[in-house]
């Protein structure tokens, strides 16, 4: 064994434990990073191939890990651009120059221009809802743009679908043929009548007058008409016919909808767009008409005062007329090995080779976690945890630096031979 040897293997242990203490220094620098990691150093060993009867040292190589995977504590905010992840997932966000990347670090707040920017400079990426569910690319991030809370004010949008569940009366009367609202005369009369708001392009209110008439046992007519059309008095006749009529059939032997009827009526608001109205959970039970339900999508133009985020990433906005409408929905992304992500400046990862594909998906969905608003994950940083291996390097560096001065001193005393 020589004694250079062994001091080239002393100053690799040396090296090995100052890189463990930058380690250490990184992860105490970061105990107060929102969405921080810690890292660790992982030791191994080098060995150099020995001659028989002889021995030569070899050394220690390093390797960086990131505890990606590992869940930190959240802590409750009182802004509701605070975001976390409970569970599996990464916000996708965006650099300057429109660079994507992965972070769970979600204290975002709007910029200027109304983009909602995390504290390193990151534009958070959502799909933007008009008002259906995006089409979402499983493996890309086409369709992704920055949710912006600016644009949020003065918006219309026009009715395009919606529910209507009720109970109709198994004991009415039948309304004769010459009677129905869909003849739309002065003698027009029916069993059930209900009202329904729409919307039409520009966010003006068009009110339906939706009309339910008995036709025979288990039969039954239903008629949407426009209210500004109705008479002076109210009601028929209508100065237009009917929007739409549709028949209702419901099975005797339970009161459901039969699978031979209209399970949905279809109007063009006036206006506006074509609205789908789902029946498919309508009853004919012996009792009265009863309104179960009744939803419409589309609002009218209105300011956005309160914004909020529930748990599967759907941004809603609560405008001033007290119309709730999705915006937004933020997706998460994942990979196969997410501590074999590579990091990068501003607390967000690059997917590596070993890391596996991004995938992108909705909170909530297969493996994915949770999105938590009002709440910021913590740094995974344990200070007692680092404290302790500061001290632990801090001596094996110092016993490594002791090998060390024993060699040059050994080589002293073999240089002086000389003399």
Request: hydrophobic letters at 35%; a negative charge; aromatic letters at 6%.
């Amino acid at each position: 064994m020589s004694l250079t040897g062994v001091m080239r293997t002393s100053v690799s242990g040396m090296s090995a434990q100052a890189t463990r203490l930058s380690t250490v220094a990184d992860n105490v620098a970061n105990v107060n990073t929102t969405g921080y990691k810690k890292s660790s150093c992982e030791f191994s060993t080098l060995l150099l191939q020995n001659c028989p009867g002889a021995y030569e040292s070899g050394g220690v190589d390093t390797d960086i890990r990131s505890a990606v995977s590992g869940q930190g504590s959240l802590l409750s905010t009182s802004s509701v651009t605070d975001l976390a992840v409970s569970g599996d997932g990464f916000f996708v966000v965006q650099d300057a120059s429109g660079t994507p990347y992965l972070t769970r670090a979600g204290a975002f707040q709007a910029d200027g221009d109304g983009n909602l920017e995390n504290a390193a400079g990151f534009t958070l990426l959502g799909y933007r809802l008009d008002p259906d569910q995006p089409d979402v690319t499983v493996n890309g991030y086409t369709g992704l743009t920055p949710v912006n809370l600016e644009d949020l004010a003065l918006t219309a949008s026009a009715s395009t679908s919606g529910t209507f569940t009720a109970n109709l009366p198994s004991t009415a009367d039948v309304t004769p043929s010459a009677e129905l609202p869909s003849a739309n005369s002065a003698s027009s009369t029916y069993n059930a009548k209900k009202s329904l708001v729409t919307y039409d392009s520009l966010g003006g209110e068009v009110t339906l007058d939706l009309y339910f008439s008995k036709t025979a046992d288990n039969r039954w007519e239903m008629s949407a008409f426009n209210k500004a059309d109705s008479a002076a008095s109210g009601g028929f006749p209508y100065s237009s016919a009917a929007l739409t009529t549709i028949s209702l059939a419901f099975n005797p032997a339970d009161g459901k909808l039969a699978s031979s009827s209209a399970q949905e009526l279809t109007a063009s608001i006036p206006g506006g767009q074509a609205l789908t109205l789902d029946l498919s959970k309508m009853t004919q039970l012996a009792t009265d008409y009863t309104v179960l339900g009744a939803e419409v999508n589309g609002n009218a133009p209105s300011g956005s005062s309160v914004v909020d985020i529930a748990r599967d990433g759907t941004v809603y906005a609560t405008y001033d007329n007290s119309t709730r409408v999705p915006v937004y929905r933020i997706p998460l992304a994942h990979v196969t090995s997410p501590d074999r992500l590579t990091p990068v400046a501003g607390n967000a990862y690059q997917p590596s080779a070993d890391s596996g594909d991004v995938q992108i998906g909705f909170a909530q969905t297969g493996t994915l976690g949770s999105i938590v608003s009002n709440a910021l994950e913590q740094s995974t940083v344990d200070l007692a945890t680092e404290l302790t291996a500061m001290i632990d390097a801090q001596r094996s560096y110092s016993a490594n630096s002791k090998v060390f001065q024993t060699g040059s001193e050994l080589m002293d005393v073999l240089v002086n031979l000389k003399r």
